[in-house]
């Protein structure tokens, strides 16, 4: 519960807002943060704290993507031919 225009609606509104945003673009809610909101409704902090100290301290994104791996770039001589981006390129619709 919250009172119209105070401090607890506009986080309300703020989380709510940024939470549609997370399940149009993943089309859902992530798991791990149902459950740290169910813990601390259920008022087990301790519970919440630890899944919230359980994830990983990078970002997703750096992990998957920070290390580059070797890639035979003779194998993609044909996506990355210029001649044949030009050709298509030169083709009408």
Known sequence: MRYKGSVEDRVHDLLSSRLQDIH???GQIPDVLEDVWVAIALGEKEKAKKIIDALP??????????????????????????????????KQW
Do not use: G, T
């Open 57 to 90: 301290k990078s970002h997703p994104f750096e992990i998957r993507y920070s290390k580059v791996e070797k890639i035979d770039w003779d194998s993609c001589r044909n996506v990355l031919d210029q001649r044949e981006k030009e050709c298509i390129l030169k």
């Open 24 to 26: 149009a673009l993943f």
